[in-house]
Each structure stands twice: as structure tokens, then as C-alpha cells.
């Protein structure tokens, strides 16, 4: 079990795409709170999106939750660990991009439905909504985990409603939460349902561009940028296959058509492997099931 008795080892517990969400909406939120940003440049806007190409706004939206606020606190706590727990749930474990498809496809079917709903604008921030729609999926994913609020306990597939009830009750404006229940009801629609009861399975297979992105991203490290830059450098190149590469005193070694391992990169925390395709990936980190190693 990782030591996450401080800061820095529970900075570097959270699994890949959790922390980077993290860490962005942490600035994002430093900066507009400071005054050093305003967060009109970061909120969804559609009229600025199509007619000035202001396309940033359509993912910066899930990086703002409003400035410092006991509310922002509860978002963060609701995003750090549901987050966590979907990223590493064994559906997402089939490909490197896995998860990073399902946040694509939440953003989105959030921005879509944000402007069929507040046309012509759309709604400013949907953070709350990305972070619901996590919640309901990972809530069908464990349907009987056991979870708490106000020490009632309730099971994971009540949980989302019952944080929907608790914002009725609180005078909330409950919309942003439904929106993304909906989305997440019809990820997993398509992703589960579909296929068990039509046969058809359109999100069976990641697409390449999702898991090539996460396997650059793989590279770079946020807690250790100097190692990751001169890694990022050392790999700038594809090996040939078979090649012998020497990474910070290790070796990588090709094995004729089977994965090669290679000695731990100092600083990084995890293994790489060079694969057939001359790409890169991590076991670790994004929790790949990798081949038999050789």
C-alpha cells in the first residue's frame, strides 16, 4: 500500500488524469481568485467560441468552480475522489485513453446540451455537471459500494440522488446537477447497455488519438519536471525496434516481437515498456494490462 501520509505522497497516489484535473483547477481557480485572471476567460461562451475561435473555452469550463468558497472545497473533495476511484475502476484499465475518452465524451455531450439549453451562450460553468456525471457512472459501475453523507449510509447507485435531494433542500439550483446525471445516464447507455441488449457496441474499441495522448503524456511527470523533460528529450524518437537505448544507466532492450522492459527511470515512479508499435506506455500509472513480460 503507497504512503500517503504527506501532501506530496498523496499529490502523487492520484492516478494521471485525476491529477492533472486537480492541479489545473487549482491554478485556474489561484489565479482568478488573485485577480491575476479573469474568469470570463475561462467560462463557456459559444457566441465567443464560433465567431472569435475561442476554442479553449469549451475545456477550460470544467477547470472552474468559482473562486475560494467552502462550495470549492466540496467540489474538489467530490472530484479528488470520485474521480480516483472511476479513473482506476477496471473498466478504464483496457487502454491508456480509456478514461480520457470518457471525460471527452462527457465534455462533449455537456457543451451540446449546454447550448440547446441556454442558447445562444450556453451555461458559463459545467464543472459541476462534469463532476456529477463521474459520480453517476462510477455509481453504475459499483452500484452496492457503501457511501456516506451527513452519516446516513447509502449505497453507491442512491448516492447521486441523494446529493441532488440535499441540494433541493439547501435552495440549490439543482439543473446543473441533473445535466450531468443525464450525460452520464448516456455514457453509460451506450457503453453498457447498448451492447448487452442491441449488440452494439460503438465505444468498444478507444480511439487511437486518446491513447496516444496519454501515452505522450506518460512522459511527463508534474512532480518531477526536470527528470520528465529530459526523458521527454531522450524519446523525442521512436526506438527502431531491437534497438539497444541506454535511459539514465538502464537499457532497453527490443525481444523480437514482444514487449522489452526497461530499468526504472529515476524520479518517475513507474516502468516503461517498448511495445510493437514503437510507442510508449506505463503499468503503474495508467494501470495497463500489460502482454506477458519477458
Known amino acids: 500500500m503507497e504512503d500517503t501520509s504527506s501532501p506530496e505522497a498523496w499529490y502523487r497516489s492520484l492516478p494521471p488524469l485525476t491529477r492533472f484535473s486537480v492541479t489545473v483547477s487549482f ?3 489561484l489565479l482568478c481568485s488573485l485577480s491575476l485572471l479573469s474568469p470570463y476567460h475561462v467560462m463557456l461562451d459559444w457566441t465567443k467560441v464560433v465567431w472569435k475561435a475561442q476554442a479553449w473555452r469549451l475545456i ?3 477547470f472552474f ?3 475560494f468558497s467552502i462550495g470549492w472545497v466540496m467540489h474538489m473533495y467530490f472530484l479528488v475522489t470520485f474521480s480516483a476511484k472511476l ?7 483496457t487502454s491508456p485513453g480509456a478514461y480520457l475518452c470518457f471525460l471527452a465524451f462527457q465534455s462533449l455531450s455537456l457543451d451540446t446540451l449546454s447550448l440547446i439549453m441556454f ?8 464543472a459541476p455537471a462534469m463532476v456529477m456525471a463521474i459520480i453517476y457512472y462510477w455509481s453504475r459501475r459499483e452500484p452496492f459500494a457503501e457511501c456516506r453523507i451527513f452519516g446516513f449510509r447509502v449505497q453507491a447507485y442512491q448516492f447521486p440522488f441523494a446529493l441532488i435531494f440535499l441540494d433541493l433542500l439547501m435552495g440549490h439550483n439543482i439543473l ?8 452520464g445516464h448516456l455514457y453509460y447507455f451506450v457503453k453498457d447497455v447498448l451492447p448487452h441488449e442491441r449488440g452494439i457496441d460503438i465505444l468498444r474499441v478507444t480511439p487511437f488519438v486518446f491513447d496516444e495522448i496519454m501515452r505522450r503524456a506518460a512522459l511527463f511527470d508534474m512532480t518531477n519536471i526536470k527528470q520528465s523533460l529530459k526523458y521527454l528529450l531522450l524519446w523525442s524518437r521512436p526506438p527502431s525496434w531491437g534497438q539497444r537505448l541506454d535511459v539514465y544507466g538502464g537499457q532497453v532492450m527490443g525481444s523480437g516481437g514482444v514487449w522489452g522492459q526497461a530499468n526504472q527511470v529515476p524520479g518517475l515512479d513507474h516502468d516503461f515498456w517498448v511495445c510493437q508499435t514503437k510507442t510508449l506506455s506505463t503499468t503503474k500509472e495508467l494501470s495497463i494490462r500489460c502482454p506477458q513480460k519477458y
Open 27 to 29: 491554478l485556474l481557480t
Open 176 to 183: 446543473i446537477n441533473v445535466m450531468g446525471l443525464a450525460t
Open 87 to 93: 479513473e482506476t475502476n477496471e473498466m478504464f484499465n
Open 60 to 62: 477550460s469550463d470544467y
Open 119 to 126: 442558447w445562444p451562450t450556453g451555461r458559463p460553468v459545467l
Open 65 to 67: 468552480a468559482g473562486t
